[in-house]
């Protein structure tokens, strides 16, 4: 049997821990040593592990990458990297480059309502019991995963927002997450969001390349939503074809508490989603969708697990994927009805469009029911487009690529409409229909690379966490 090479990184661990642990706390250290150790008994995930059978990373971590844990000595601009084309949208918007939050004044600070947006690794320096109270408390129950610990022992940075009690951020958050120029890099975001009791937050989370560099990024965001709080979340995912995303998010929903999810999943050569959103309180509401479009060697895998723990919640999950060429994706859904969840409403739902015979798709909806009134369904389809509907609209004088448009465009609406921002949506929309025209690249129009006069500034390397 043919031996499985050893990533290169491995060797390199320890190293890496040593240097970015000099910015943190000796408990937090104590915390990423710990972490380190965890995942050097487990190893990376591999495809006999049976969340993992359809995701093979042997090749994405046979690459040499780097921790950028030093300082960067290449004069960059920030107008070359961080460019939003999401015209007039009000959003805050901060920066991620390479796993470092990029900052122009300070690197967290204080709204006059009492919120704070920021650097997580500033957030543990300055607000530690705050912080403590939340950081690595919602993962799954009884469930280790390598690629959590990965991110606990090595990451340098990412996203802090705390939203006060009853105080609601009337601009949507935007957060940038770049990666690329020179060396591969492997990157390590944390990310923390707190909103107390009836707290209202918008954020949305672009990733994004900027160059065909190669890079890993392995995210790790904790989403804390107190009772009768909302937090409306979109991820945009468009990276060059040699950039891998391993992205968890961690949704904790108290009482009343509403969350909806929305992920655009454009470009990337391998993109996981990992969802896990547990309703810890009765009346919870949560909506998670997903779009995915995919064409060439691409892959996009999506899991998620939804634990409704209380009675009256409402869950509803859409996943819509147009999959071309020899690209394959995957969708894994999974919710579990506790005993005390009565009267829970749960809806699941994955549908595909499948254009190539080379084109591969494994899709596993699951439910879980321990209560017995409840409300539950789940479904998968899979299949070409429509050969009736391609007619009919032929017979309007349509040619037949413009008719295979409209029917893509059509199936993948019904998530896109979902989003609440209008000038992300029409922004969205535009970018949807250049990519199944196969128009998009991200070097043309990505949601970031473009020109937007009124926000640059150049990077000040001591600025850097």
Known sequence: MRQQKKPVILDKLD??????????????????????????????????????????????????????????????????????????????????????????????????????????????????????????????????KAFDLLNTALFLDGLFVYVPKNVKIEQAIQLINAVGREENAFVQNRNLIILEDGAELTLIHCDDSYDYKRSFTNTVSEYYVGENARLDHYKIQNLNDNSYIVNSDYFHQERYAFVSTNKMMLNGGIIRNEVYNKLNGEGCESNILGLYLSDKSQHVDNQVFVDHAFPNCVSTELFKGIVDDYAHAVFNGHILVRPDAQQTNAYQNNNNIILSDKAKINSKPFLEIYADDVKCSHGSTM?????????????????????????????????????????????????????????????DQCVLQCSSPEYSFEIDLDKIN
């Open 15 to 144: 190293t890496w821990l040593a240097e970015a642990n000099q910015t943190f706390s000796p408990e937090m250290q104590k915390v990423r040593q710990e972490a380190l150790e965890s995942f050097k008994e487990i190893g990376f995930p591999h495809h006999k592990m049976e969340k993992w059978r359809d995701t093979n990373l042997t090749e994405a971590l046979s690459f040499d990458y780097a921790l950028w844990t030093k300082e960067f000595n290449t004069s960059i601009k920030e107008e070359e990297i961080f460019k939003c084309d999401v015209h007039e949208l009000d959003a805050f918007t901060v920066n991620l480059y390479r796993g470092r939050y990029v900052y122009k004044d300070e690197p967290i600070f204080e709204m006059s309502n009492g919120a704070i947006v920021g650097s997580i690794a500033a957030a543990f320096e300055k607000y530690p019991e705050l912080v403590a109270k939340h950081f690595g408390k919602y993962h799954k129950e009884g469930e280790v």
């Open 383 to 443: 299949g070409q487009l429509d050969e009736t509907s391609l007619f009919y609209i032929r017979q309007r004088g349509i040619g037949i690529d413009n008719a295979r448009l409209l029917l893509m465009y059509a199936f993948a609406a019904e998530v896109i409409n979902a989003i609440k921002i209008e000038t992300l949506l029409n922004r969205i929309d535009d970018m949807v229909k250049k990519r199944l025209r196969g128009e998009l690249s991200i070097c």
